[in-house]
């Protein structure tokens, strides 16, 4: 069964704002995992965060996780057009086994 | 980072035929590779994990009779969907695991859109 499971399953909005996306989790996990998928494409690492990590930034995008909650959150700050896509959080088995979530769609309209 | 290809990117063919998907990972050696399976708007769903060598461990659910992986070498896994179906209708995803210093990381493929008519 899926681990991970995003919400919400769809959200558009404007070019310059912020997207926040959330995972939810069931069982304990070693590490989660952020990932894109541009349609129909492969996918493209963004982010690990560990679970002794509660906040990790890379650019423009900022992960929380917070444990208590079996809970992760993905924002993207200043959004671009080009950052439309799926956007998957994946939960490891204790094998670095990614299990996958269904997906937040991004739509980011110029 | 490490790339992984491939091929064929997509793929049409009649009901009955056998497909095969290649995964090669490109600048590194990789022991271990992944075949994941995703359906429109769903999630990957992990079919089989791959190791050089040996036979390949598949997922509750998913028949190895159906779906043929040979890991023959380091840097090549394939995946044949024997006897396909309009319903093996699907966006197959390999990755490969790079292991380097004290952590392991996964390296996805672009995907192969296979339809069955």
């Known amino acids: 069964s899926q681990q991970g499971e995003e919400d919400p399953q769809a959200l558009s909005i404007q070019e310059g704002e912020n997207a926040t996306m959330n995972c939810s989790y069931k069982?304990?996990?070693?590490?989660l995992q952020w990932y894109r998928q541009n349609s129909g494409r492969g996918l493209v690492h963004l982010i690990l965060?560990?679970?002794?990590?509660r906040e990790k930034h890379s650019g423009r995008l900022r992960v929380t996780l917070d444990t208590s909650k079996k809970s992760s959150s993905l924002l993207i700050t200043a959004s671009r057009a080009a950052d439309t896509a799926s956007y998957f959080c994946?939960?490891?088995?204790?094998?670095?086994?990614?299990?996958f979530g269904r997906g937040t769609s991004l739509i980011v309209h110029p | 980072g490490a790339v992984v290809s491939q091929h064929p990117s997509w793929v049409i063919c009649k009901s009955g035929t056998s497909v095969k998907i290649e995964c090669r990972s490109l600048?590194?050696?990789?022991?271990?590779m992944f075949w994941y399976r995703q359906f429109p708007k769903q999630s990957l769903m992990l079919m089989a994990t791959?190791?050089?060598?040996?036979?390949?461990?598949?997922e509750q659910g998913v028949e190895k009779d159906k779906f043929l992986i040979n890991h023959a070498s380091l840097t090549l896994s394939t995946l044949t969907v024997t006897s396909a179906h309009p319903e093996d209708s699907s966006f197959y995803i390999c990755?490969?695991?790079?292991?380097?210093?004290?952590?392991?990381?996964?390296?996805f493929g672009p995907g192969t859109r296979l339809t069955v008519l």
């Open positions: 069982t304990s996990i070693n590490n």
């Open positions: 965060i560990r679970s002794n990590e």
């Open positions: 990755s490969a695991e790079s292991a380097g210093g004290n952590r392991v990381e996964q390296f």
């Open positions: 994946a939960t490891d088995r204790g094998s670095y086994i990614p299990t």
């Open positions: 600048d590194f050696q990789a022991t271990t």
């Open positions: 791959s190791n050089e060598g040996s036979k390949a461990t598949y």
